[in-house]
């Protein structure tokens, strides 16, 4: 068996630059290369109402959004199976079983999880589902025996999870029936973790800290703008530590920009240099960073406006891979009850 890639975003609204720099691109680039068996992606709308049960209307919603983005951005549905998590049955069975496997304690201090639940604000009232959030998608991963997940680099922490769940499964049941996977993160540090217009640590729907994918350039431009930046005097020093700007510039721009928008300089490394001098105020840094991010967006929002046009395409690109999806993970069930002697009736 070769590569087989599973990936997936939860449908909580659309996607934003983030999903974009820290997966997406590396997604199409794993697609286009083309070194893999099955490429599933999943809208993991079960893992969404884990904190958004009261509220199933937003994720519903949400779903074509993000199939507007992942088609937008150049995933190809001749390629790439897509398919809705809570419409393939296997996976809540696998999950319970998993679930025998993992104390509360260790679930309770996955980093990811911690860090979730504070961003959340769910105080004592943490929904059962959202703690069990990495075993879930212990369940997802190993029902298409995926070994290969491009993720954000928070998600590392539940990819740990996932591999000790296979080797406790495997080791206790004698078998090789689940995969180890490992996570393929951007090469570009600036991609893994980019942080939210207003300097939070991520950019997060949630808080509302975004530039989509969909976003007008009018929208992009004033979200650009609102960026905060350390006060100074122009003729004094910038400081490039922890500037978002600079962050973002670093995840997105390439030389050839330079020659379009700012011929001032050959590279951002010159443009770093200088900006460290003096001299350079954050205005001009904003309007350089919008038209970066303006001529990396523009066709994206062009394609997702044509696609939005067909929404029972999107719907029926989604079922078939549903189906598809269904068959593999079905068959995974089956060997782990297998497996585990509860295939009371030879299923």
Do not use: W
């Not at 993992?102 to 504070?118: A, G, L, Q």
């Not at 942080?195 to 979200?223: H, Q, R, V, W």
């Not at 350390?230 to 020659?259: Q, S, T, W």
């Amino acid at each position: 068996m070769g590569n087989i890639i599973l990936t997936g975003d939860r449908p909580t609204g659309r996607l934003h630059i983030g999903h974009y720099v820290g997966s997406l691109k590396e997604r199409v680039a794993l697609q286009n290369k083309g070194d893999y068996d099955t490429f599933y992606v999943m809208i993991a709308d079960a893992q969404a109402l884990t904190d958004n049960a009261e509220n199933p209307e937003k994720v519903r919603n949400s779903v074509i959004e993000v199939m507007l983005d992942y088609l937008a951005v150049g995933l190809d549905p001749a390629k790439v199976t897509f398919f809705i998590q809570s419409s393939v049955k296997a996976l809540p069975e696998l999950t319970a079983y998993y679930m025998n496997f993992v104390p509360y304690s260790r679930v309770v201090r996955n980093p990811t999880v911690k860090s979730e639940i504070k961003t959340k604000d769910f105080g004592r009232s943490v929904p059962i589902g959202f703690i069990n959030y990495p075993v879930s998608q212990a369940a997802d991963i190993t029902a298409f025996k995926a070994n290969l997940v491009p993720v954000g680099e928070d998600q590392e922490p539940m990819l740990e999870q996932t591999r000790e769940i296979v080797r406790t499964f495997n080791r206790i049941y004698k078998a090789e029936v689940l995969k180890e996977c490992k996570a393929i993160l951007p090469d570009n540090k600036a991609c893994l973790r980019l942080p939210g217009t207003d300097g939070n640590e991520k950019m997060s729907k949630s808080i509302g800290n975004c530039i989509y994918l969909a976003d007008d350039a009018a929208t992009i431009k004033k979200k650009v703008n609102s960026i905060v930046t350390f006060p100074r005097e122009i003729e004094a020093p910038g400081i490039l530590d922890g500037n978002v700007l600079f962050i973002y510039l670093d995840a997105f721009c390439v030389d050839d920009d330079f020659k379009k928008f700012y011929p001032e300089f050959e590279n951002l490394a010159a443009l770093k240099e200088a900006y460290a001098k003096g001299g350079i105020g954050d205005g001009r840094i904003k309007q350089f960073l919008f038209e970066v991010l303006d001529a990396e967006l523009e066709p994206i929002r062009e394609r997702r406006a044509e696609l939005a046009k067909n929404p029972e395409k999107l719907m029926e690109i989604l079922k078939e891979g549903t189906k598809k999806a269904n068959l593999a993970a079905d068959q995974t069930l089956t060997e782990v009850k297998q497996a585990m002697g509860i295939n009371y009736f030879g299923a």
